[in-house]
C-alpha cells in the first residue's frame, strides 16, 4: 500500500431526462455501478458534481428519497423475507404507494410468494427488486442490471413496463452490459470504459458515426449446402460456408453485391430459405469504441473523482 487513494470513476459527465431511458454501458468494472450509486446518494464521491432532481443526492432528504426508486444490481432484498409480505411493508413506508397487489400480478410474483427471497431464482428476485423500486411511483428510477437472469418471458415482461413507465413520464436511468438490452430499451446511450466516458449518443447516432459501422455491413442467408462462393467474392469482402447450407458475406457490402447475389442464385438455381442483412450492432461499436479507448489510456489514475451528472 502506498497511501493513495485509487481512482475509480472519472470525466463522466451526462444527463438524463424525463420520458427517457438512458442507458449507462459498459463491461464489468468500467464504473456503472459506482456512478449510479454515486447518483443515489448511496456511495460517497470525492469531487465533482451531481444533481438529482435539483438536490445533492449526497445529502438527499427523504423527500427527496420518496421520489427516487432504486434497484441494485444484487436486489438488496432481506433473505428470509417472503415476496408479497416483503413489498408490503415496503409500501407502508410511502405516503401515496402504489398497489402492491397490480405489482405481483403484472410481474409474476404471486407464483412464488410463498418462497423465502434466498430461495428463489436470480431473475424472481430481480423481478421482486423492480416491484419494490416501483412501490413508491418514483419519478427517477435507477436500475441496474435490470434483466440480470430473467428467463426471455420475465425479460420481455421487464422490457414491456420499463416502456410504459418511460411512456408516462419518468427520468430511468438503467446499466447493463448487455449491448441487445441496450439497444432495444435506450433513447439515449453513454459508454463508460474504465471510469470515464467515451462515447454518448442516440443508438442510431452512434451507428451512424462509426466508422467500421459504415463500412462494415453482414447479409447471412440460408440455402443449398457446398456451393462454390467464387462468384460472389471481391476485394474487401469476405464470404464464407460458415456451416452447411449457412453462409455469410461480410465486409463494404454495395448495392452491385446484392445484384451479384440475385444473378448467383440464378446461376445456381437456388431460392434462400433466408436472407438477412445488417450493419454492425451496438454491441459491435462499442467494442470498437472501448479498445479504442483502451489504446489510448493514461497511466492509472489515483484519486477518486465523479464529474457531472445531472437528472431533470
Avoid at 468494472?29 to 447518483?39: L, M, N, P, V, Y
Avoid at 407502508?92 to 430461495?119: H, K, M, Q
Wanted: with cysteine; proline share 4%; aromatic share 4%.
Amino acid at each position: 500500500m502506498d497511501g493513495r487513494m485509487k481512482r475509480i470513476v472519472s470525466n463522466i459527465s451526462l444527463k438524463a431526462h424525463f420520458g427517457a431511458v438512458t442507458a449507462l454501458l459498459g463491461a464489468n468494472g468500467a464504473g456503472k455501478t459506482t456512478t449510479i450509486e454515486c447518483a443515489q446518494g448511496l456511495q460517497q464521491r470525492t469531487g465533482g458534481h451531481i444533481s438529482l432532481l435539483g438536490h445533492d443526492p449526497q445529502h438527499a432528504s427523504a423527500d427527496l428519497r420518496a421520489r427516487v426508486g432504486v434497484m441494485l444490481q444484487d436486489g438488496g432484498l432481506p433473505p428470509a423475507a417472503r415476496p408479497i409480505a416483503l413489498l408490503r411493508h415496503v409500501a407502508s413506508l410511502y405516503a401515496n404507494p402504489l398497489s402492491v397487489d397490480a405489482l405481483v400480478e403484472r410481474l409474476g410474483i404471486g407464483e412464488f410468494s410463498d418462497t423465502n427471497i434466498r430461495r428463489l431464482s436470480g431473475g424472481q428476485k430481480q423481478r421482486v427488486a423492480l416491484a419494490a423500486s416501483l412501490l413508491g411511483n418514483p419519478e427517477v428510477l435507477f436500475l441496474d442490471e435490470p434483466s440480470a437472469g430473467l428467463d426471455p418471458q420475465s425479460r420481455l415482461m421487464v422490457f414491456e413496463l420499463i416502456r410504459e413507465l418511460r411512456d408516462s413520464g419518468k427520468a430511468i436511468i438503467l446499466t447493463t452490459h448487455l449491448l441487445d438490452d441496450a439497444q432495444r430499451l435506450a433513447d439515449y446511450v453513454y459508454i463508460v470504459d474504465k471510469g470515464e466516458s467515451v462515447a454518448q449518443g442516440t443508438v442510431q447516432e452512434l451507428l451512424e458515426h462509426s466508422t467500421s459501422a459504415q463500412k462494415h455491413r453482414v447479409m447471412t442467408f440460408e440455402t443449398t449446402a457446398g456451393l462454390a462462393l467464387s462468384a460472389l467474392q471481391r476485394p474487401g469482402l469476405a464470404c464464407t460456408e460458415t456451416r452447411p447450407g449457412s453462409y455469410s458475406i461480410a465486409g463494404g457490402l454495395q448495392p452491385d453485391d446484392l445484384a451479384r447475389f440475385g444473378s448467383w442464385c440464378v446461376a445456381h438455381q437456388v431460392m434462400p430459405t433466408a436472407v438477412h442483412l445488417a450493419s454492425q450492432s451496438l454491441e459491435d461499436v462499442f467494442l470498437a469504441i472501448s479498445n479504442g479507448a483502451r489504446e489510448t489510456a493514461s497511466a492509472e489514475p489515483t484519486s477518486s473523482n465523479t464529474e457531472t451528472m445531472g437528472i431533470s
